[in-house]
Nanobody
Framework: HVQLVESGGGLVQPGGSLTLSCAASRNISHISNMGWSRQAPGKQRELVAIIITSSTTNYADSVKGRFTISRDDATNTMYLQMNSLKPEDTAVYSC?????????WGQGTQVTVSP
């Protein structure tokens, strides 16, 4: 079992930056597939970024060049650095971890990009 807790969301102006954190309840060095997704009101969930080990990442086209996913296995924490934020990035951001065939989700954190 893995518990995930996100933090770092909030209100930011367009062009601003935020860093989201996802703290895991167990050693994530054994978890190869982790990532972030987001869901805006009235829209489907969108997979934003995936990290498979520290050197293999993938991003949605909508965030490429602006968002960076990373992980710190020593502190069991995954991050999402978000730069050049746009109003369309407004959503609830949730982290996930796939461990032993089970997909675990955090509770989500709200990111609002508005003047």
């Amino acid at each position: 079992h893995v518990q995930l807790v996100e933090s770092g969301g909030g209100l930011v102006q367009p062009g601003g930056s935020l860093t989201l954190s996802c703290a895991a309840s167990r050693n994530i060095s054994h978890i190869s597939n982790m990532g972030w997704s987001r869901q805006a009101p009235g829209k489907q969930r969108e997979l934003v970024a995936i990290i498979i080990t520290s050197s293999t990442t993938n991003y949605a086209d909508s965030v490429k060049g602006r968002f960076t996913i990373s992980r710190d296995d020593a502190t069991n924490t995954m991050y999402l650095q978000m730069n050049s934020l746009k109003p369309e990035d407004t959503a609830v951001y949730s982290c996930y971890a796939r461990y032993l065939g089970t997909l675990y989700w955090g509770q989500g954190t709200q990111v609002t990009v508005s003047p």
